[in-house]
C-alpha cells in the first residue's frame, strides 16, 4: 500500500495519494515521482472494470438513483442472471454497495469517486465526439 501524503499541488488543490511533491520555483510546480507498481496495477485493474458497456449503463443508472435488481433488469432491459453478475463484480470491486430493505437488496455507487470518474468521462467523450443529448445529472 502506499504511503498516504498531504500535499498541496500546483493547481491548489490537495491530493492524499502522491508519491512525494517537491515545489520548485515560484510558481510553485508540483513534481511527482513516478507511480509505483503496486498502484499502478491496482489502478489497471481498477479501470478495466469499467471497460463493458453494460457495466457502464448499470453505473449510469445507478448514478441517477439507488435501485434495486428488478429496477435495473426493468430499466436496462438485461436479465436478471447477467445483472447479478456484473453487479457482483462491481461489488468485488467497490464499484457499487448495496444494502438491504426486507427482502429487497437496493443497489448504490460505492462512494462520489465513481460518479465523478463516470461523469468525467461522459463529459470528456461528449466534448472529444460530439455526442448530442448526453448530458449528466449532478
Keep these: 500500500m502506499q504511503k498516504k501524503v498531504v500535499d498541496k499541488t500546483a493547481d491548489g488543490y490537495y491530493n492524499e495519494?502522491?508519491?512525494s511533491c517537491s515545489y520548485i520555483g515560484l510558481e510553485g510546480v508540483c513534481f511527482m515521482k513516478p507511480l509505483n507498481d503496486d498502484l499502478a496495477y491496482d489502478l489497471g485493474d481498477f479501470f478495466k472494470i469499467f471497460g463493458d458497456p453494460s457495466r457502464i449503463k448499470i453505473l449510469y443508472a445507478l448514478l441517477q438513483k439507488d435501485m434495486c435488481v428488478s429496477e435495473l433488469v426493468g430499466e436496462l432491459g438485461l436479465n436478471q442472471s447477467a445483472l447479478s453478475h456484473q453487479l457482483r463484480l462491481l461489488r468485488q470491486n467497490d464499484i457499487v454497495k448495496f444494502r438491504?430493505?426486507?427482502k429487497m437488496v437496493?443497489?448504490?455507487?460505492?462512494d462520489e469517486h465513481v460518479g465523478i470518474l463516470l461523469r468525467n468521462g461522459i463529459e470528456h467523450l461528449s466534448h472529444k465526439n460530439a455526442y448530442e443529448g448526453e448530458e449528466v445529472s449532478e
Aim: no cysteine; charged share 25%; glycine share 10%.
Design 106 to 110: 437496493i443497489y448504490s455507487l460505492d
Design 17 to 19: 495519494y502522491m508519491n
Design 100 to 102: 438491504r430493505d426486507g
